[in-house]
């Protein structure tokens, strides 16, 4: 029951759906990614993957990380390995040239983070917060910061963290209270000290790197209340000399360590600042829109760790429903045997099929992202281009994160119910798979925070402008494919889709913004499975043209088209419970009394 | 964040939604259950729950139980408990009186076993695997095996267990391999020896008890293959003399215990069975069909597994919604405050609802099927009083614990996601009700049994015989209520369940078991949200009746009607989704080759 690399699937989705290969060769910058090169990446990533962290996903759980004397020590076997990826250039893969990196396509680097996770999500995210803060840093730093902090982390001897949450405040950053101190002293080198205390910082301590560097949210003395008064720094655990040698330990500590229900392998810390030097990476007070670069960036990673959890649950539950033997089938798969494998089942084949619908659904979806990220983040395309890109990202962001995390819930716990009660014991493995993939649902957004995003912050606050980029995508594809069944059958729910938003529109007329709240998680749900439909549309209809120009591998494309078919049959229906929950409103959510939820006095 | 037994809606659904006392005062055996001593009994128990379970709840997960040498330790604090709970008697609460007991109805065990699950699921069931052992030695086993067998169990002082699972078989008993061998040198105590290996028997050993007996499921000599060859056996972990003392150890031993995703403080154990002394209890050949005395009692403990789950979530995540404060209301509630509580937010609110709608509505349900047991079992009730409840129960325990388990899946997730982030760290508690929770859609057959089992064994297998009664009861209950709004929505779905059901008949005059197989939890689920509409349109009117007449709590009552308006507003549209994915049919799901689900060679 091990979890192979589906190397053929995500070539499929990169060249047949996605044409990438026609995408990469517009990059100039760094080396090309040739089809071939990108194939050998993939290839050796893949070895990495399966070979180095696959093995150390349960010792990771077993053992998790060690917390003494503000020391984290992470499970054994982690450390050796990230040796090993900064070793082999991994870190590097699409940082930019002038810092060492290779400047291949952000979305390589995202197709192997698919792998990492996968294999070992509470590794992978030790060097994916780096990615993060790596990106930020170049996008918002003065050159002469990026000099001195971009070098050791693009070659992964540091890594990053992003400090964000405080006890008090998770969804609400506006009551952030840590803050900035002006230190006269000090200005020579451009310093403030930070104080504050910041919870759930993964990654936040750990013995894989030489030094981490913390991209915080903090107030400047005097900033404003609420959200438009903080800003963003960088906080090194040690502070860095000018010539990037490392100097004394900075007031930065982790004071504890969480236990989790998953990801054991990564530290999940509280860390403190006690008037630590930190550097302003933002205009004042505009700390918040530089964080969103970090923020989108980890949104689309955590969409990533939940399409991952599925794709593993499936594979793995797979493999058992082929070999274990129960029942007889309607058609007798071992005539000579008491009883067949449980995948001749009808209801196995329902939960193995719609796990591999978000697996697969979700890959086209994040690498759609993944080339959007490319264009968005690349010269080598016009304003424009980048400007639409960004345009696509803000609206599918919010929908792969909450999207991809809430049915991996579905997907992983399916991988359980497949093997029945032995998915409910920890040597199988299933069940970590639904503890790891369960805080997909929760970190960087929750998915009523992402509902709020899609509908409030996107689609209704721009009166609807923020949709139009998909919405004429999905546009063509119907005029396009106009006599095709899939695109006909996508064409009614994107249908739905519009109407439903339009007559949501109409009732914030009023400005009720319970209305948006009471809707918002809903939405993006039909939101979700209408992207994931168009995709598998788009994947059925390329199967089909491969396989009359008599390319490709047959059953697998034929698999393709049966998927499509089955995800419009069998999944889309949740689409109509989903849009009359919608349209019966706010009102049956909000007239209980708070205090009469519940009585407990007999 | 406390658990409290929620003792006032125990009472409106007993006394005021099921009409218990009318029905209690049928009774004329042992103690008559008076409305006075029903209240002293639940207040009692709910003392001892809240106070001697509870406080064992956390360590139980935490340490767990160990094994060693082929013993269980069970978690700190465990056992003394047990020692307290048979000290008051608990045990002997429902038992027949001739052993014992005290001889209160069946459904008063029931309502105790809900807090008992709420504050300590794994401890729970080491009482309540043994009250199924008895019930079911009490329906078969013959005169001489009930007297040596039942005075200890009803006292507590042994416990039992079922065993049927086997390493190759769990959910398709018919494979069952485990064997007696006739000695006739023996034939004079009657023991058959008992050989063969059992998995995931829950509480199989443990330190509770000076006694097990294992109710076995073995085939006897020469016996059919298949589910018609299995026999049912008492064995005992200590061989019982006949003046009821404890001699030899009998050759019953613990493997090992299996580590799980939850119940920690439960031991899951393998029990081998190497010649031992085990006595017939059913008919030969007839195991099975004796066993589903025990089965059917278990999964209606199962049931209530998932039901108090959602009740200990929700009141769990309520206290959190009232205390932690995010973002503003769109009225405020705390208008001098930076934010208001988060309970203000309609999506929290949605989580919320839907926890309380299922944990409820779901007392509502399991009571019910209580009052069916009492009249089941009780000779106070005529042959044809006691056919109808068992025709009720044969069609509601599936449901009950095919829904009230999926739906703990739901709401003890939601209680992780009230939380937010918080809701993953272990200190809060939340994580655990999901992993304890787990268990129950799995175990007592997995929720793609009970599908098979309402739709195929239950509903098609008797051309809907078997749904008569319950169908019947709806007819009556809309028939009385006519003019009343609740049950007008009620009778839509109503409407729409029977229709469905005539449909899938329909497809089954093919004779096609794929198609059932594809609708069977989907179709369970179905039936599960219109039963549970049935139990919310009946409290909503029970409470309009008691507000008319100016009796009861009226902020409580209203919160009732409220209830039942949300669930057929916001819950209820999920059915339309159902019919139409089972209405889309087998095909989609059985088309791909099962080779072809994954192709994993690039």
Redesign the interface.
């Known amino acids: 029951m091990d979890y192979?690399v589906?190397?053929?699937?995500m070539?499929f989705v990169m060249n047949d759906v996605l044409e990438m290969p026609e995408h990469y060769s517009k990059f100039t910058k760094g080396q090309a990614a040739e089809p071939e090169l990108v194939e050998a990446i993939l290839?050796e990533a893949a070895k990495f993957c399966e070979n180095e962290l696959a093995p150390l996903n349960k010792v990771g759980d077993e053992v998790g990380c060690k917390f003494e004397d503000g020391e984290v020590t992470t499970p054994p076997g982690f450390k050796e390995a990230y040796d090993q990826f900064v070793a082999n250039g991994w870190p590097g893969l699409c940082g930019p040239a002038e810092y060492g990196g290779q400047d291949m396509p952000q979305s390589i680097g995202l197709i192997m983070m698919e792998m990492m996770i996968s294999t070992n999500h509470s590794w992978s995210m030790y060097p994916g917060l780096s990615l993060g803060a790596v990106k930020t840093i170049a996008s918002h730093a003065p050159q002469e910061l990026q000099a001195r902090y971009m070098p050791p982390m693009v070659e992964g001897k540091w890594t990053g963290t992003m400090c964000l949450?405080e006890p008090?405040?998770?969804?609400?950053l506006?009551?952030l209270k840590s803050y900035a101190e002006d230190d006269a002293s000090l200005t020579e080198d451009g310093a403030y000290r930070i104080s504050g205390s910041k919870i759930?910082i993964s990654s936040g301590e750990h013995d894989m790197a030489e030094n981490i560097v913390h991209i915080v949210l903090a107030r400047l003395p005097g900033a404003p209340?609420g959200i438009g008064g903080i800003s963003l720094f960088i906080v090194p655990k040690f502070n860095v000399n000018e010539d990037g040698s490392l100097g004394e330990r900075n007031g930065v500590s982790c004071g504890s360590i969480?236990?989790?229900?998953?990801i054991h392998g990564n530290s999940t810390c509280v860390i403190n600042f006690d008037q630590a030097k930190g550097y302003l990476i933002s205009a004042p007070h505009k700390g918040m829109s530089a964080m969103f670069t970090f923020i989108n960036e980890s949104r689309l990673g955590v969409a990533m760790h939940g399409q991952a959890h599925s794709e593993v649950s499936?594979?793995k539950s797979?493999a058992y429903a082929?070999d274990r033997?129960?029942?007889k089938g309607?058609k007798r798969?071992n005539p000579d045997r008491?009883?067949d494998?449980i995948?001749?089942?009808?209801?196995?084949?329902?939960m193995?099929?719609t796990q591999?619908a978000f697996a697969e659904g979700g890959r086209m979806l994040n690498m759609y992202c993944g080339k959007m990220v490319d264009i968005e983040t690349s010269a080598d395309f016009s304003d424009e281009e980048r400007h639409w890109a960004d345009a696509m990202l803000a609206i599918l962001t919010p929908i792969a994160k909450g999207f991809c995390s809430e049915t991996s819930?579905e997907a992983t716990?399916y991988g359980?119910?497949v093997l029945?009660?032995h998915?409910?014991?920890?040597?199988w493995g299933m069940?970590q798979e639904?503890?790891d993939a369960?805080?997909s649902?929760?970190?960087e957004g929750?998915?009523?925070i992402q509902?709020?995003d899609l509908l409030g912050r996107k689609i209704l606050k721009t009166r609807m402008e923020a949709i139009k980029p998909l919405w004429e995508m999905f546009d063509e594809f119907i005029a396009e494919n106009r006599w095709n069944s899939h695109a006909k059958r996508f064409k009614a729910y994107y249908k739905s889709w519009k109407s439903l938003t339009r007559s949501i529109g109409m009732k914030m007329m009023r400005k009720?913004?319970?209305?948006l709240?009471?809707a918002?998680?809903e939405y993006l749900m039909f939101s979700g499975y209408v992207t994931l439909a168009y995709f598998w549309a788009k994947a059925a209809i390329v199967a089909e043209d491969l396989i009359e120009k008599g390319e490709g591998?047959k059953?697998?494309l034929?698999?393709k088209i049966?998927?499509a078919?089955?995800y419009y049959?069998?999944?889309m229906?949740?689409?109509?419970?989903?849009a009359?929950?919608i349209q019966?409103?706010?009102?049956?959510?909000?007239?209980?009394?708070?205090?009469?939820?519940?009585?407990?006095?007999?």
């Open positions: 192979k589906p190397l053929k699937d070539k290839g949450t008090h405040c998770g969804s609400d506006g009551l759930f209340e969480e236990e989790k229900m998953g499936f594979q797979l082929k033997e129960q029942f309607s798969k008491p009883a494998p995948i001749v089942h009808a209801d196995v084949r329902r193995l099929l591999k819930l716990n359980i119910q029945g009660g998915g409910f014991i920890k040597e069940e639904v503890r369960r805080i649902q929760l970190y929750t998915t009523g509902g709020l009720d913004f319970d209305e709240n009471a918002a998680v591998d059953d697998f034929e698999a049966d998927m078919y089955f049959h069998r999944i229906p949740r689409t109509e419970a989903l009359a929950s019966n409103g706010a009102r049956s959510l909000m007239e209980m009394d708070e205090d009469h939820f519940v009585f407990l006095d007999a």
